[in-house]
């Protein structure tokens, strides 16, 4: 990298004292304008052309600062705070490593920059002040970050082709073991396997799960009764408090900025069969849908309990036709409308009953979608049942993380948990797309990955899959992997052509716990997915 190259690199993490410069808060505030969210790569020259440079006194109103990890909770992210005499733009870079930037887009007199991602060691953070005047100034702070906890996974990156790949870096929710108790420490690492931003939520003293990435860019990461959003600094900027509800296993965004909430409710003698709108702009809940009502709740083919008969793990909304998603490891995945109405259940057909708490409600069975093979005929009524394999086709077992492709399909996690009622040879899991004709009842599969990975590729439980919409790339997460040298998760990304373009193992070290499969005991990664700090998805 030449001199002037490397004084424009990339932005780290940079914060200062607002009350140095008349302001009271750091948040994700840029008045009216939108963000400007970049990877530092622009030379100087560009922003330099036709601009006389002077001393960085002419332009400042008082000495730009930094504070490093502002929050307590994001130790690799910065916050530079530059307050100028005039309207200026500020871009910002280090002296090495690739940090992201958030930085108002408009011209201010104060600039408040996030950096996100600085490396390891010592560097600094050098910036261009740019007025509107043909002037520029130049500046750099030093900046210093210590290495990630040595208790974090060991990343082994066993393939990379960075051009074939989704931008960005892989953000992974791992999740510390500290016997019987588990810390979340959300980590994101570059294409090399280099960890490159974490956030260390110990306080919570608790597994958070999921980490959401909102459509302004940061995060919603839930625990217990509160949803809670963060910058990319580790600031808690807003949370909704869902008081006689415990959030668990997932909440996402819905297009109108409301949130869809996984819930258990205090005082009912089931456990995640509930899901609730929670209104973002009064905290209010506003619909809530009880499965028990649409679905058989004494089914038990796949397995379960009174207690835990259907054990909802993911929830995505569909804006095409206002209709959720939801996976339910125990029984499968169905489709509900707004009005709480069964509209398909994809699941092996075995077992399938009326609903209802008293069994008095619609017969779930006409429900089912049937398996068809390539050609658009039904498969026979082995398969339909779940206890026969067609090389065409094979059901979800214990899925996670369903949701919706761009092309109308549906994608998920196939977990292979009592793969075909426990009658399969050898387990494995799947990342697996199929296609529904929701007009004739019927379902394809059209795409998997995983089975050749065979028991290596094999998670029991957690686990995840993302689509990447840059490259229309697939991300396929095994979450916990117990064969092999090390306990591990996968994070591996696939062209949809089934070429791997990113491999990289998680190797967990297990360091407070005792690594057996007993809850709080294992280390572990719920969910990861490509990320670019400070945009949404």
Known sequence: MNSQAATAVRLLT???ILAVFGCDSVGNEFGDQPPRRFNTEQPDSRLKLRRTRVPLADLVAAAPMIEMNPSGRAPMSARLVVQTSSPTTVVAGASCGSPYVVAPAAANLVHDVHVVGLCVGDSTIDFTIIDDQGQYAEGSLPASVAPPPEFFPNIVVRSSEPGAMEPGWTLSEFTLANNGVFNTYPLAFDDT????????????????????????GNLLIPFGHTLSEYDWLGNEVNAWSIPSHWQHHDVTEMP????????DVSGRDTVEDHLIELDRATGQIVTEWDLRQILDVDRRSFGGSDYDWFHMNSVWYSQSDDTIILSGRNQGVVKVSRQNELVWILAPHRGWGPAGMDGNGEDTSLKLLTAVDNAGNPLSPGVQDGGTLSPQFDWPWGQHAAMILPNGNLFLFDNGI?????????????????????ASGTVRQVWTYGEERGPDFFSAIISDVDYLSATSNRLIMPGIVTTGAYPSAWVTEVTPGGH??????????NRYSTGEITWGNFDLVYRSERVIPGVGP
């Open 256 to 263: 109108n900025g409301n949130f869809l909430v996984a819930v």
């Open 14 to 16: 940079i914060t200062a």
């Open 500 to 509: 791997v373009v990113f491999d990289a193992q998680l190797q967990f070290k």
């Open 418 to 438: 009592n793969r075909r009622f426990s009658n399969s040879p050898t387990p494995y899991s799947r990342g697996v797309e199929y296609e529904i004709d929701e």
């Open 193 to 216: 396997g280099v960890v490159r931003w974490y956030l260390d939520l110990s306080e919570k003293g608790g597994i958070l799960s999921p980490v959401h990435i909102l459509a302004n």
